[in-house]
């Protein structure tokens, strides 16, 4: 399955914004789908998954009650609703698929191409 990922931007703090990741087709449907990050210099980092039916959601402890993933199946999309952002939220923000739930990158088969993310002090 191939990904793309857009709604990056420049925002200021406190800012919101909202990212998407279209799928190529409707294997989108098998796969549980994460969200990552890579600030310049660290090394990337987990960010959000959703399982295929929506039942299990993960986030990392840096942006929970902030950022809300969902995923539209009928439309082979996943979302990633960023709130309250943060200068430290500042990074390029991968979608990516799995087979199964998963905090680890190594789990995942399939990358976007990485949308910037920027927020200002």
């Known amino acids: 399955v191939q990904l793309q990922a857009s709604g990056g931007g420049l925002v200021q703090a406190g800012g919101s914004l909202r990212l998407s990741c279209a799928a190529s087709d409707r294997t989108f449907n098998s796969y549980a789908m994460g969200w990552f990050r890579q600030a310049p210099g660290k090394e990337r980092e987990f960010v959000a998954v959703?399982?295929?039916?929506?039942?299990?959601?993960l986030y990392a402890d840096s942006v929970k009650g902030r950022f809300t993933i969902s995923r539209d199946n009928a439309k082979n999309t996943v979302y990633l609703q960023m709130n309250s952002l943060k200068p430290e939220d500042t990074a390029v923000y991968y979608c990516?698929?799995?087979?199964?739930?998963?905090?680890?990158?190594?789990?995942?088969?399939?990358w976007g191409q990485g949308t910037q993310v920027t927020v200002s002090s």
């Open positions: 990516a698929a799995a087979s199964r739930i998963a905090r680890s990158s190594s789990e995942y088969d399939y």
């Open positions: 959703i399982s295929r039916s929506s039942g299990v959601i």
